[in-house]
Each structure stands twice: as C-alpha cells, then as structure tokens.
C-alpha cells in the first residue's frame, strides 16, 4: 500500500532485492504518478484500491496472502491535515483498524507493519524522545497517526497478531513532492541560481527538524519486520537542524546568499505548531544494529544535485 510515494517506492525496491515476490496497491488519481516505480514496474504486480474502500482492500489481501503487509499509504502532509481534517483521521487512522481487522479475519499469521511520525509527541513531555514518551498531537495528522498507534497495540496485544510499527522522524530524499518545504527550498535555489525564479515566500524559519534519509529508514522498516517479537522503534537520526539552516545550507551549496530571495508568508504558518522532535533511537540499535549513516548536509548535497540535473533538464528541453 502506498508503493507510488516516496516511502513505498523505496521499500518495493528494496523488496525486490531481496528477492521478495512485491505486490502495491495504487489508487484511481496516482495511475498517473508512476514516476517512483516505472524503473520496476515490470517486476511488481499491482492492485487497484483504495484506503477508503475496505473492499478492494480485503479482496487484494484474499487473493494475493501475503506474508507481510506494509502499509505505506495515508495522507501524511501535516499543514493539509488542517485543511482535510475528515479525510485524515479516516485513511491515516481509521483504515489501520480495517486493514488489521482484515487481517484477523483472513489469516492473524500475516505480518503487518504500520509507519508512525514523530508528530504523534506533538509538543514533548521529554527531549530526547522515546518509544515510551507521552503522546501529545499538535495536527489532525498527528491525532490520526496516534489513533494507529493505538489500534496496533489493540490488535497486537488482544488478538496476538504480529504487528510492527516504527516511529519516523522526518526523512527525506528526491522522491518526495515540493509540497514539503525542503523539496520547495532546493527546488527553488536551484531554479533561482538558473534564473528561471526570482522569489521564494516561506513561514516560519525555526522549526527544529530531526532530517533522515529515506532509503535507510525503509531498510530498518524491513529489519523491524524481521525480528521475532514484534515491536516499537523509533527511527531517527538523533540530531535537529532548523529549518533556517536547511535553507541556508542549501543556497550555500549554490553560491545564493537566501536573504537576497525569500521572503515570509503567513499563509505557510500552521495552527499548531510542534515542540522540539528530536528521537533516541538506541532501541533500534540494541535490537538490529540500526545506525543512521546519511544525515543532514548529506541529504541536502543529495537534493541539490538531484535538482540541478532534472531542474537543468527542464530548461534545456523548454529551451528548444
């Protein structure tokens, strides 16, 4: 589930290199996204459904009985959540209880891992964070990531089936969409530094963010699944940046002086704002090795360069 976004594409890759027979469920309005997966399509078998339509989602699990289920899908954009209240609570929360129902009606050996956020602290009790630190949601996002968090406890602990789950800080790589504003501020240097922008309007600067990098939090979600009891982790690199010094890192690598282009807008600020996220992942390490090893000026040299070569790309063709 969710095999076309950042996150599912990653780890269908790194399925299939370990041999795994993959199968993803897609919506109606991503049949047109396939970029992430089209370099694989032709090793993956693929499912129309819906997170909404409990339907397809059990007769995909009938059909195909998979030994393990990662559910990659919801609406995971914190400032929509606001916005999409409704639509938020039922597929990021709500359709987590479905799906486990599903699965202890239809075979309670099936493994089934369950991606949780680090907004799920919200405003924390306690720095560095936890598996067992209090949960405080700051967003309808959050409210409904906690509600999975609780329906994997319930199914885990009363029906004995095996679910995981990993707490994700935040974690980014050149899959994800400009509607996140690290995606906006890379792509936005380097549009400026080609001349094609002149203005980047951005809100609040000083959130602390714990930067990951995708790929590797999909290879822990996969070393979670292994491990015979199952369990919480949380996922992290252990170190917060603001979103400031993302900003300026990244004009940096570019040669741009940030002050000289954006520009602040308050339609960006969200109603309810999050404390400083920062994980322990010291569970992690203790249980699988786990070791984050691309951090945050890592990242950003990844997205920047990412960038200029599809950026420089688009300029050429419109260019002709």
């Known amino acids: 589930m969710g095999i076309t976004g950042q996150d599912g594409s990653y780890l269908a890759e790194l399925l299939l290199s370990k041999g795994y027979e993959v199968h993803g469920m897609y919506r109606k309005s991503a049949t047109g996204n396939t970029v992430n997966i089209k370099h694989f399509m032709d090793k993956i078998t693929l499912h129309k459904g819906n997170l909404l339509d409990p339907i397809s989602i059990y007769g995909i699990i009938k059909s195909v009985m998979p030994d393990e289920i990662y559910n990659e899908a ?18 990021t ?14 075979n309670p050996k099936i493994k089934y891992f369950q991606p949780l956020s680090s907004n799920i602290f919200g405003i924390p009790e306690e720095s560095p964070q936890k598996e067992t630190s209090s949960l405080r949601p700051q967003s309808p996002y959050a409210c409904g990531k906690v509600f999975a968090y609780v329906l994997c406890k319930y199914y885990r602990d009363v029906y004995g089936i095996p679910v995981y789950t990993a707490i994700f800080y935040n974690h980014e790589s050149p899959r994800r969409t400009e509607d996140y504003v690290t995606r906006k501020i890379t792509k936005s240097a380097v549009r400026i530094k080609l001349g094609m922008q002149k203005k980047l309007f951005l809100g609040d600067l000083s959130t602390r963010v714990d930067f990951g990098y995708a790929p590797e939090f999909m290879e822990a979600a996969w070393n979670i699944m292994q491990q015979e009891k199952p369990d919480d982790f949380i996922i992290c690199t252990g170190e917060t940046h603001s979103v400031r010094e993302f900003l300026e890192e990244a004009f940096k690598s570019l040669e741009l002086n940030p002050d000289d282009y954006v520009e602040y807008d308050k339609r960006f600020e969200r109603p309810g704002k999050t404390g400083d996220l920062v994980g322990n992942y010291s569970k992690a390490t203790r249980t699988f090795g786990y070791q984050p090893k691309i951090k945050f000026r890592d990242i950003i040299k990844i997205l920047i360069e990412n960038d200029l070569k599809e950026i420089m790309k688009e300029k050429q063709n419109s260019d002709s």
């Open 74 to 91: 919801d609406q995971d954009h914190v400032s929509w959540s606001f916005d999409m209240a409704g639509y938020s609570y039922d597929v």
């Open 93 to 106: 929360g709500a359709a987590v209880g479905k799906i486990l129902e599903m699965i202890r009606q239809i």
